[in-house]
């Protein structure tokens, strides 16, 4: 009476893998998550670069580098998703055979016979199986340099995923993409936070702005220094605009006052002077930013002030440097 659900038992129990099908996005992009559990970054990579480029044997974490072989990438509700996926493959397999069997009890029951034994299938609803849908299309899409590799993801990446390599270019560019999203969330906060909470992390995420706008120049200026001379800078050389300037007119026969005009010179200093307050002075103006900086808007012993404006102004200056830095580099 039984025979189906016996061979669909039998099956089940040799089964050692279920196929689970993942769709990707309407830009053909799929879903990817760092292993790492200090990571767990989210991107996506265009499905037949996955297939074509992407060694199986060795991916990398956009954000952290962190290495693993292809089949460790799936994504947390993938995951959680193939469970319930390969649960309802079982559960319309148990019932397909349940019902089989109730099937071939009925043709076996002869008319009219004095006892009749029938097995009825009630119930045992089957699992509508989709496949994994990819998640919303990440906002920021970029193509490897070195390998070709097409990958999407939101805030900051610097590792390609399929080869690795950190592009100075390009991990200068969406940090500072970066900086300027988190400068201007300001208004957002305080739609959604008390005024107090709103204004703590506002001042917060724009002094925060400050600083990491000199270490994303500092960073790639260390890295085209580096990839030019073959040699390492002095520590920090970079976040000091006299020190580093000095190197590539060593190096370029160009100085920062070359590359940008008087009036950019004289802002961008400003703003440097601010970062090393924020950096060593907890934002309190001493004789020497005044001197160096030649910022009359402060008198000594007062807290520095930064505003969205300033922030983004920032952004866009050491952008334009870095750019004007990196076309001097190029080949």
């Known amino acids: 009476m039984f025979d189906n659900l016996q061979k669909e038992l039998r099956r089940l129990a040799a089964t ?11 830009e053909g992009y799929i879903d990817k998550e760092c292993p790492a559990e200090a990571c767990l970054f989210q991107f996506k990579i265009y499905s037949d670069d996955w297939t074509n480029i992407v060694r199986d044997d060795e991916v990398f974490c956009p954000s952290c580098r962190h290495a693993a072989p292809a089949k460790s990438w799936f994504t947390t509700a993938q995951i959680e998703a193939a469970k319930q996926y390969a649960l309802g493959t079982v559960i319309n397999g148990l019932n397909g055979a349940m019902r089989a069997d109730a099937q071939a ?56 995923p399929s080869c690795g390599k950190n592009s100075a270019s390009h991990t200068f560019l969406q940090t500072l993409a970066t900086i300027r999203t988190s400068a201007a969330l300001g208004g957002t906060l305080r739609g959604v936070l008390e005024p107090d909470e709103a204004e ?16 994303s120049f500092q960073r790639l200026a260390e890295q085209l220094y580096e990839a030019r001379t073959g040699k390492e800078p002095r520590r920090n050389a970079f976040q000091n605009l006299d020190a580093g300037s000095a190197l590539w007119e060593t190096e370029l026969g160009v100085s920062y006052a070359q590359l940008l005009e008087a009036a950019a010179m004289t802002q961008l200093r400003v703003y440097y002077q601010q970062r090393h307050l924020l950096a060593h002075q907890q934002g ?19 807290r520095l002030l930064i505003k969205e404006s300033a922030a983004l102004k920032f952004a866009d200056l050491v952008d334009r440097l870095g750019t004007a830095l990196m076309a001097r580099c190029s080949p």
């Not at 050692?16 to 309407?26: C, F, H, L, M, T």
């Not at 702005?209 to 270490?215: E, N, R, Y």
């Not at 309190?284 to 007062?302: F, K, L, M, P």
Request: glycine residues 6%; proline residues 4%.
């Open 200 to 215: 703590v992390m506002t001042r917060t995420l724009l002094e925060k702005a400050i600083l990491d706008t000199v270490t």
């Open 16 to 26: 050692r893998q279920v196929s689970v099908p993942i769709e990707s996005d309407a």
């Open 284 to 302: 309190i103006v001493d004789n020497d930013y005044v001197t160096r900086s030649g910022d009359t808007t402060y008198e000594v012993g007062q």
């Open 105 to 160: 009890s009925k043709r076996r029951q002869k008319p009219g016979s004095f006892l009749s034994i029938t097995l009825d299938v009630k119930g045992g609803k089957d699992s509508v199986l989709l496949p994994i849908a990819a998640a919303e299309p990440m906002r920021l899409r970029t193509r490897c340099d070195d390998c070709a590799c097409r990958y999407s993801y939101v805030g900051a990446a610097y590792f390609c």
